[in-house]
C-alpha cells in the first residue's frame, strides 16, 4: 500500500486519482444490480456496531476489529461480512468495499482515514475527527485531493434543532452575539471512563487478552504494557490516546456556535484544570477544565468570547433564566445583546430562546437551511452515491477538520496549563509558546506514518 506524506501525496499520485474519482461507484463495486454501497467498518465494538445499524439498507461486507471479543456482537448480526483483525490486509484483499465507517480510538483514526482515502473509499469517520491538529489539517485536505466522500461521525449536526438556531441566529433573534458559555459533566458523569484508575501507573504485568491484538491497537501510539485501564472504554482519559472531555464532546456541544457564528479559529486562549491524581497527570486529562477562546471579528460578525466547562464545572446563571429552570448537565448558552439561547448536547437539542416569553413571542423566520432526512449516515450515503457534483455530507471533512481542529487547540491549552496562547491557523504555529507547538503533531511509533 502506498503511504504518502502531507507534502507530498497532493503531488505524486494526481493521475490515479484523478482516473478513480470518475468512476461511479456503481460500476467499481460488485453492487450495480441493487445500486446499493459496499460497506466495511473499522472498529466496531462501540460506536461503529452503532453506525453501522443505521446503514442496513446497504451491503454490510466486511467487518475489522482488533479484538474479537469486544466486536463479538457486531460479528454476530452480520454473518455474511468478512471479518478482519488488521486493516491493511482488509484494504489490500477486499476491492469490493466503496466506503468504510473508522470508529477505533482517537489516536489511530488519522492513519486508518488516510489508509482508506488512498484507496479510493469514501469516509465516516467518528469524532473527533483526529487526535491532533497535523493530522487534521492533513486529513482535510487529503479528503478533497482523493475527492471522496466525508462525513465525521458528530450526528447532531444533521438534526433539526441546529439548523434553527443557525437561522434564528442569522434572523436577529437575540442581536448581536459576543459570548458563548458551553459544558459538559464528563469526565466526572455520564461515561465509563470518568470512572479510570491509577493501576494502569503500576508495574502490574498483565497478560494481554488473547481476543485482542495490542499491537495492533496501540497502532502509532508508543509502545506500553497492555492494561484494562485502556481498552476497550477507558482510553479518552489518556492523552496518548485520547482528547479528553473537551475532544469526546466538543465536537457536540460547541458544532451549533461553531457553524452559526463562522468561528473558524482562535487567535488566542487559555486554559486552567484541577488535576484528581497527581500522579498520572502527566499522562491523563483533568477532571476539570476551564479553557477560554478568543475568535477574532471576521466579515460576517465582531469578536466571540467562547468558554468551555467540563467535570461539572458551570458558568453563571444567566439573567435571562428563570428562577427554578436548570441548566441541562451538558450544553451551551449562546448570549446576545437583545436575549439568550440555550440548547443541550448533540445538534443543539432542545433549543429554545429564554426566557421562555421571548421564546413564545417570537416569529419564526423562514427556513432557509436544507434539511437532512436521511440521518447521519444517510447523508453520507446519499454523498457517496452521488459522488463528485454531488451535494457534500453535512459534517463533511471540509467542516469536521476545523471544528475538530478548534477542539485540539483546546485541548493543547488544558495540557501547558494556565498559559495564554497565540495561535496563527495558517502557519499552524503558536508564535508564543514553543511547548504548545510541540502538541501540534506527534511522534508516531517506527512503522507507522500518515
Not at 468504510?100 to 479510493?120: N, S
Amino acid at each position: 500500500m502506498k503511504k504518502v506524506s502531507r507534502r507530498s501525496f497532493l503531488k505524486n499520485t494526481a493521475m490515479a486519482a484523478a482516473v478513480l474519482n470518475y468512476i461511479p461507484f456503481s460500476i467499481r463495486g460488485t453492487n450495480v444490480p441493487s445500486n446499493k454501497l459496499n460497506i466495511a467498518a473499522i472498529g466496531i465494538g462501540g460506536m461503529g456496531g452503532y453506525n453501522l445499524k443505521n446503514c442496513e439498507d446497504e451491503n454490510i461486507v466486511a467487518l475489522c476489529d482488533v479484538d474479537s471479543d469486544y466486536a463479538a456482537g457486531t460479528i454476530k448480526r452480520y454473518p455474511k461480512a468478512k471479518v478482519y483483525k488488521d486493516y491493511r490486509l482488509m484494504l489490500e484483499k477486499q476491492k469490493d468495499i466503496d466506503a468504510i465507517i473508522i470508529a477505533t480510538p482517537d489516536h489511530t483514526h488519522a492513519v486508518i482515514t488516510m489508509a482508506a482515502m488512498q484507496e479510493g473509499k469514501h469516509v465516516f469517520c467518528q469524532k473527533p475527527l483526529t487526535h491532533n491538529i497535523y493530522e487534521a489539517r492533513t486529513i482535510t485536505e487529503a479528503a478533497n485531493y482523493y475527492n471522496v466522500q466525508t462525513q465525521m461521525g458528530n450526528q447532531g449536526h444533521s438534526v433539526e434543532h441546529i439548523r434553527l438556531l443557525k437561522e434564528w441566529i442569522a434572523d436577529g433573534a437575540i442581536g448581536t452575539v459576543r459570548e458563548v458559555h458551553a459544558w459538559t459533566d464528563r469526565p466526572v458523569g455520564g461515561d465509563p471512563w470518568s470512572t479510570f484508575a491509577v493501576k494502569a501507573k503500576s508495574t502490574e504485568n498483565l497478560p494481554v487478552p488473547e481476543t485482542l491484538d495490542w499491537d495492533l491497537w496501540l497502532g502509532p501510539a508508543p509502545y506500553r504494557a497492555y492494561h484494562p485501564d485502556y481498552h476497550p472504554t477507558k482510553w479518552r482519559a489518556w492523552l496518548d490516546f485520547g482528547t479528553g472531555s473537551l475532544g469526546d464532546m466538543g465536537c457536540h456541544i460547541l458544532d451549533p456556535a461553531f457553524w452559526a457564528l463562522d468561528l473558524g479559529a482562535p487567535d488566542k486562549l487559555q486554559a486552567t484544570s484541577t488535576h484528581w491524581e497527581p500522579e498520572i497527570e502527566s499522562q491523563t486529562f483533568p477532571r476539570a477544565s476551564i479553557v477560554r477562546f478568543n475568535f477574532p471579528a471576521n466579515n460576517k460578525r465582531g469578536a466571540v468570547k467562547l468558554t468551555w466547562y467540563d467535570g461539572r464545572l458551570l458558568p453563571e446563571i444567566p439573567e435571562e433564566l428563570e428562577i427554578g429552570r436548570e441548566l441541562p448537565s451538558s450544553g451551551a448558552l449562546i448570549i446576545g445583546d437583545k436575549g439568550a439561547m440555550l440548547h443541550g448536547s448533540h445538534g443543539a437539542d432542545g433549543v429554545r430562546i429564554i426566557p421562555e416569553i421571548k421564546m413564545q413571542e417570537y416569529v419564526r423566520p423562514a427556513k432557509t437551511i436544507a434539511r437532512v432526512t436521511e440521518g447521519h449516515e444517510g447523508d453520507w450515503i446519499r454523498a457517496c452515491k452521488e459522488g463528485k457534483g454531488g451535494k457534500p455530507a453535512s459534517s463533511n471533512f471540509n467542516y469536521g477538520g476545523p471544528l475538530t481542529e478548534m477542539v485540539l487547540l483546546g485541548m493543547i491549552a488544558i495540557q501547558v496549563k494556565d498559559q495564554r496562547l497565540e495561535w496563527n491557523r495558517d502557519e499552524m504555529k503558536f508564535t508564543n509558546n514553543d511547548k504548545a507547538n510541540l502538541l501540534v503533531k506527534s511522534q508516531y511509533r517506527d512503522g507507522w506514518k500518515l
